[in-house]
C-alpha cells in the first residue's frame, strides 16, 4: 500500500500540473472619486516567477492595476485574493521618484530603513543591489549627478533591495532614450533570469512588453479591461539580445501589435497584414 | 579666479566706482553744503569719528533683527507643522495669519507701543513682518513632497512620523530657505520702520533713532554714515542666509546647479 501511495504521488508530481496563481483578480472594478471608471470588471491571473506585461495605450488602467496590487487603493468591486499572504512588494515608477537630497546608498537603504534596518545591517543588502543594477561605485553620488538611465537603475536597486517575490514596474524606461532603454530592456531581462521573482510590467511598448515577457495582457481603453492574451513563446530565461532578430519575436510582435490595434477600436494597418505571413 | 567670476565681481566694483568717484567730484565742484548732500568721503570719516555711538546702534538694531528673526523661525516652523497635521487648524489659522501680513506695520506700531514697551513693542513688529513669509514658504512645503515618493512610503508602511521626517521635512527645506532669505531682509526693515514710530516716543537707540535724531540736528553725514550701515547689515544678512542655503542644498537642489555644469 505504502508503495503504491509513493508511485501515486511520483506519477502526479510528473505531471505538469499549473500551480494556483500567485495572484487573482475577480470582476475588479474600479471608479475614481471623480466617477472616471479605471476598470470595469477585470479578470486576471498572475502566476508566480512569470513575467507579466500590461500593453495598452493611456487611459486602460493599466497602472491603476499595479496600485490596486500594491495596495495603494482598493477596488471599488470585485476581489485580489493573494497566494501567499503580504508578499515582499518592489515598485519601480515611470519616474526614478528618488529622493533628492539623499546619496544613492541613502536612497536605496530607504525601504529596508522604514522597516528599522540600521544602516550598517543593510550595508551588505544595499552592496548587492547596487552591483545588480551595475552601480556598485556610486553609492555616494547624488541623483543629480547621474543619467537618468542611471537614476532609474538607482530605483530599481532600491526596489530590489528588500529581496522582493513581486516586482511592480510603472512603465519605468519610457521617459528614457531610446539606446539607454534598450540597454535597461537587456539588463532587466538578465536581471530578472537571475533573481525568478515575478514581475508585473506596464508598457506601452509592443517591442519592449515583447522582448522582455511570458505574457502579455493588452488592455482595451474607456473603461479600462483586458482584450487579448499572447503568450510569448521562446522562454525568457533562454532569450538573449539575439532575440531581437528572430522570427518568433517578430511574430509575436505583429501578434501583439495587432491586437493592441484591435483593442484601441481600430483596423490593424494594411501593410503590417500583407507582410505578416513573409515574416 | 575664471573670466565669469572677474566679471561678476569686477563689473559692479568698477560701476560702484565711478558712482562714487562723480558724487565726490560733483559736490566739491559745485561747493554743495553738507547740510544738503555731503560727498562720500565725509561720510567715510564721520563713520569713523562717530563709530562709539555708531556701533553701539547698529549692535542695537542687529540684536533686535536676530530675535525677531529667530522667534519667527521657531514660531512659523512650529505652527507649519501643526497647519501639515490638520486641514482644520490650516482652515482655522491662516487667514489670520495672511490678514495681519497685509496690515502695514507702520500702521500696527502705534498701537503696539499703547500696549508694549517700546523695545518690546519694536520686536514684536520686526518678528510680524518676517513671520509670514517663512510660514507661507513652509507650510507651501511641507505639502509638496513628490506624490510617488508618499505612495512609496505607504508601501513600505512608513509611520507617520518617518514620513514626516523622511519625506516632507526634507521636501520642505528649500522652501523654508527661500523664505528665510526673504524674512532676514524684512525683519531688518522692520525693525527699523517700528524703530522710526518709536522713536518718536521718545526711546530708543538703534539706527533708526539715529537718522531721525540727526535729521533733527540736520547732521546729515551722520545720517548717510548710519543709513550705509543699515545698508551693509542688509546685504550681510542677505550673504549669510545666501551662504547658509547654498551650503545646505549645494548637493542636491537644482538652484545650485549652475555652480558645476
Known amino acids: ?120 545591517k543593510a550595508r551588505p543588502r544595499i552592496e548587492e543591489a547596487l552591483e545588480q543594477v551595475g552601480l556598485a561605485g556610486f553609492a555616494k553620488a547624488y541623483p543629480r549627478q547621474l543619467s537618468g538611465g542611471m537614476k532609474m537603475r538607482v530605483s530599481i536597486a532600491r526596489a530590489l533591495v528588500t529581496r522582493p517575490t513581486v516586482l511592480l514596474m510603472d512603465e519605468p524606461f519610457a521617459a528614457l532614450d531610446e539606446i539607454t532603454r534598450l540597454k535597461l530592456n537587456d539588463d532587466l531581462a538578465a536581471l530578472r533570469s537571475s533573481l525568478g521573482a515575478t514581475v508585473v510590467f506596464v508598457t506601452h511598448s509592443v517591442f519592449e512588453s515583447v522582448y522582455l515577457s511570458d505574457r502579455i495582457v493588452v488592455m482595451a481603453a474607456r473603461p479600462g479591461r483586458a482584450v487579448a492574451e499572447i503568450n510569448v513563446e521562446s522562454p525568457t530565461a533562454s532569450r538573449q539580445e539575439g532575440f531581437r532578430l528572430c522570427k518568433a519575436y517578430a511574430d509575436t510582435c505583429v501578434q501583439t501589435s495587432e491586437a493592441l490595434h484591435v483593442a484601441m477600436g481600430d483596423r490593424p494597418p494594411a501593410i503590417l497584414k500583407a507582410q505578416a505571413p513573409a515574416l | 579666479m575664471s573670466r565669469e567670476d572677474f566679471v561678476g565681481y569686477a563689473v559692479p566694483a568698477i560701476t560702484l566706482g565711478v558712482g562714487l568717484f562723480a558724487w565726490e567730484a560733483l559736490v566739491r565742484y559745485f561747493a554743495v553744503p553738507t547740510y544738503l548732500l555731503p560727498a562720500p568721503s565725509l561720510i567715510i570719516s564721520t563713520l569713523i569719528t562717530d563709530w562709539p555711538t555708531l556701533s553701539a546702534s547698529l549692535w542695537v538694531t542687529l540684536s533686535i533683527t536676530l530675535k525677531a528673526l529667530g522667534v519667527a523661525v521657531v514660531g512659523s516652523v512650529a505652527l507649519a507643522i501643526l497647519f501639515a497635521q490638520s486641514r482644520l487648524v490650516e482652515r482655522a489659522f491662516y487667514p489670520f495669519a495672511v490678514a495681519m501680513q497685509v496690515t502695514p506695520i507702520v500702521a500696527i506700531a502705534p498701537l503696539l507701543l499703547i500696549y508694549l514697551t517700546p523695545g518690546v513693542a519694536v520686536l514684536v513688529c520686526a518678528f510680524l513682518v518676517a513671520f509670514f513669509p517663512l510660514l507661507a514658504n513652509t507650510t507651501l512645503g511641507l505639502s509638496s513632497a513628490d506624490h510617488n515618493l508618499i505612495d512609496l512610503f505607504q508601501m513600505y508602511r512608513a509611520s507617520r512620523m518617518q514620513q514626516f521626517m523622511l519625506l516632507r521635512l526634507p521636501s520642505a527645506l528649500p522652501y523654508f530657505l527661500a523664505g528665510l532669505r526673504i524674512s532676514g531682509g524684512l525683519a531688518l526693515i522692520g525693525a527699523i520702520v517700528a524703530e522710526i514710530a518709536a522713536g518718536s516716543a521718545g526711546q530708543g537707540s538703534g539706527l533708526a533713532y539715529r537718522i531721525v535724531e540727526s535729521g533733527f540736528r540736520l547732521n546729515i553725514p551722520r545720517m548717510f554714515a548710519a543709513l550705509l550701515l543699515i545698508s551693509v547689515a542688509g546685504i550681510t544678512i542677505h550673504l549669510l542666509l545666501t551662504a547658509l542655503s547654498h551650503w545646505l542644498l549645494r548637493d542636491w537642489h537644482d538652484s545650485e546647479r549652475g555652480r558645476e555644469s
Open chain 1, 1 to 120: 500500500m505504502n508503495q503504491m501511495a509513493t508511485l501515486a504521488t511520483k506519477a502526479a508530481a510528473a505531471v505538469p500540473v499549473a500551480p494556483p496563481p500567485l495572484v487573482t483578480l475577480r470582476g475588479v472594478h474600479k471608479v475614481f472619486a471623480n466617477q472616471v471608471t479605471a476598470l470595469e470588471g477585470l479578470d486576471l491571473d498572475i502566476r508566480a516567477g512569470e513575467f507579466l506585461s500590461l500593453l495598452g495605450p493611456s487611459g486602460c488602467g493599466k497602472s491603476t492595476v499595479l496600485r490596486l496590487l500594491a495596495g495603494l487603493t482598493s477596488p471599488t468591486r470585485g476581489e485580489i485574493v493573494w497566494l501567499a499572504n503580504c508578499p515582499e512588494l518592489g515598485f519601480v515608477f515611470q519616474e526614478p521618484t528618488l529622493t533628492p537630497w539623499s546619496d544613492v546608498f541613502t536612497n536605496v537603504w530607504l525601504p529596508l530603513r522604514l522597516a528599522g534596518v540600521s544602516k550598517e
